[in-house]
């Protein structure tokens, strides 16, 4: 559930978002290199930021715009025949615990 976006290892990531940083997590069970970012904002939406390295500590409040962290290099895990194209996964949660599309989240839809 969720988005994907092309996104080059090492870059920034600024949070589309003003809100508090509810957790700071990791993507796979098996392989604790791999890390995400959630941003909850005032209407009780969980924005979950995957494969990146998080430059904010939990509970702090974050505004639009303000740096999550690094993008991580997630083609080293999924190495595939046709490989795995750089890119963050961007999904949300809403308060009602149903997934919402970013696009649609963000009136891009």
């Given amino acids: 559930m969720g988005i994907d976006y092309a996104a080059m290892p090492g870059s920034i990531l600024q949070s589309p978002v003003t809100g508090v940083v509810t957790k700071l997590g990791y993507c796979y069970g098996d392989d604790l290199s791999?890390?995400?970012v959630q941003v909850t904002t005032h209407d009780g939406a969980r924005h979950r930021f995957f494969y990146i390295e998080p430059d904010?500590?939990?509970?702090?409040?974050?505004q639009e715009g303000y740096e999550l962290g690094e993008v991580?290099?997630?083609t080293r895990r999924y190495q595939v025949p046709k490989g795995?194209?750089?890119?963050?996964?961007?999904?949300?949660?809403?308060?009602?615990?149903?997934?919402?599309?970013?696009?649609?989240?963000h009136g891009r839809v």
């Fill in 34 to 36: 791999y890390r995400y």
């Fill in 56 to 62: 904010v500590v939990l509970n702090s409040q974050v």
């Fill in 72 to 74: 991580q290099d997630v």
């Fill in 84 to 105: 795995m194209k750089p890119h963050i996964h961007y999904e949300i949660i809403d308060k009602d615990k149903l997934y919402v599309s970013p696009e649609a989240y």
